[in-house]
């Protein structure tokens, strides 16, 4: 009786693990006409706490911990990655137009200069910086 016990409490633990293992590369979650866009949070230390809110066009997509990667789909057009978090004010953006079929790999850091801000002059310096505790750029 206490083999069954176990396999039904087990069950739930083998379903989910397969499905974190199905094996899917990004391009399969790209629909036809739309671009990829992967976003890559650096494994640095520097706020390794705090996780970085992604939007894209205003849009939350992704709230990303160190060293965790974001890939989806995206509409072709004009588009605005920024990059925040609720600890720290400011905003870090990047602007480029999405054409269809591309992919786009981007990462996301820790700024110095937010933290040099802070340590100077806590959370107005941090403010008065403006640029936000992490930055977004294309990857290299």
């Known amino acids: 009786m206490g083999w069954v016990f176990r396999s039904v409490l087990l069950l739930p633990l083998a379903v989910l693990a397969g499905c974190a ?9 790209v629909a ?10 650096s494994s640095d230390l520097l706020y390794v706490a705090i996780p970085a809110s992604v939007e894209l066009n205003g849009i939350r ?5 160190r060293g965790e990667t974001y890939t989806s789909g995206a509409a072709p057009g004009p588009a605005a990655l920024t990059v925040s978090t609720w600890s720290s004010p400011g905003a870090s953006s990047y602007r480029f137009t999405i054409e269809p079929g591309k992919t786009y790999r981007f990462t ?3 700024r110095g200069a937010n933290m040099a801000a802070g340590m100077a002059a806590g959370l ?10 992490f930055e977004i750029a294309p990857a290299i």
């Open 32 to 41: 036809q006409g739309q671009a990829s866009i992967s976003i890559t949070r």
């Open 21 to 29: 293992t199905d094996g899917a590369t990004p391009s399969e979650y």
């Open 108 to 110: 996301v850091s820790p």
């Open 124 to 133: 107005i310096g941090q403010a008065l910086e403006g640029g936000g505790a």
């Open 61 to 65: 997509i992704a709230s990303l911990g």
